[in-house]
């Protein structure tokens, strides 16, 4: 908490109880944890006055915020950024939009559902224009589950039938811990949703290759320091489905879909 005016301070909230940072339209945004609020800045300041915009009237399931995220829409006469907020119990808000204190330029497109995410603040990321989600219903796509303004389920998309019995078997079971991540490495087309273990076999991921979408999985304990060279070994197995290789305490299961 401070003046705004001194560095690195916002005035009227206090920044250590801020959560889920981003930039949206030139702006900071962040969301006030344990609660429905949102705050931003004025454009292009990392400190200043800080003003609130409470989302919580439009969550009927009730909850807090569990995330923030930019949309990009292409909606025929170039893009569109969309403010997306997302409540611990799966309501999704659309705002349009540049300036949040103003009639004339702010407007809520719609309210959605698209099903509980998983536990934590990392379960959503941009994919392209898209964004997309790890829920118990499993991955979402924003831009699949939104089409002419009505929800579609997640299952309606082939990327999502590959996965969805298995992500929704695991977030049913282990949706509730601490390391569930949703992660887009676009300079290798990989796709990553990290799934938290208690068991000493170590994490599971479970990988697109985003230009075929093709899945696989990672498991072990080098998980996480072996996703380059596994992915360099991958290309080459594309088309030879059902082939496990290890890799030290690595193993690469491509998926039968």
């Known amino acids: 908490m401070g003046d705004g005016v001194t560095n690195a301070t916002w005035k009227n909230v206090n920044p250590a109880t801020l959560i889920c940072p981003m930039t949206h339209q030139r702006r900071l945004w962040a969301a006030e944890k344990n609660t429905t609020f949102g705050w931003y800045l004025p ?10 915009f409470d989302f919580g009237p ?18 025929g006469s170039g893009s569109d950024d969309k403010l997306v907020v997302i409540s611990t119990m799966g309501e999704v808000a659309v705002y349009s939009g540049i300036d949040p204190s103003s009639s004339t330029t702010w407007a809520l497109d719609g309210v959605y559902f698209m099903g509980a995410p998983v536990s934590g603040h990392r379960f959503w990321d941009k994919v392209g224009g898209d964004v997309k989600f790890i829920t118990y219903q499993g991955l979402i796509s924003l831009n699949a589950m939104l089409v002419s303004t009505k929800v579609t389920a997640a299952q309606s998309t082939t990327e999502a039938q590959m996965v ?7 977030a049913s079971s282990l949706g509730s811990l601490f390391g569930w991540q949703l992660h887009f490495c676009h300079p290798l087309n990989m796709l990553l949703v990290n799934i938290p273990s208690v068991t000493t076999v170590g994490p599971l991921q479970f990988v697109e290759n985003t230009i075929n979408s093709k899945w696989a999985q990672f498991r072990g304990e080098g998980t996480r320091l072996n996703v380059s060279l596994l992915l360099m070994v991958s290309h080459s197995l594309e088309e030879r489905m059902g082939l496990s290789i290890k890799l030290g305490v690595v193993t690469l299961i491509m998926l039968h879909f």
């Open 164 to 170: 969805q019995q298995p992500l929704s078997e695991a």
């Open 43 to 52: 454009p292009d300041q990392v400190y200043g006055i800080a003003t609130k």
């Open 58 to 75: 439009l969550f009927k399931k009730g909850g807090t915020i569990a995330g923030l995220a930019t949309w990009t829409v292409d909606d």
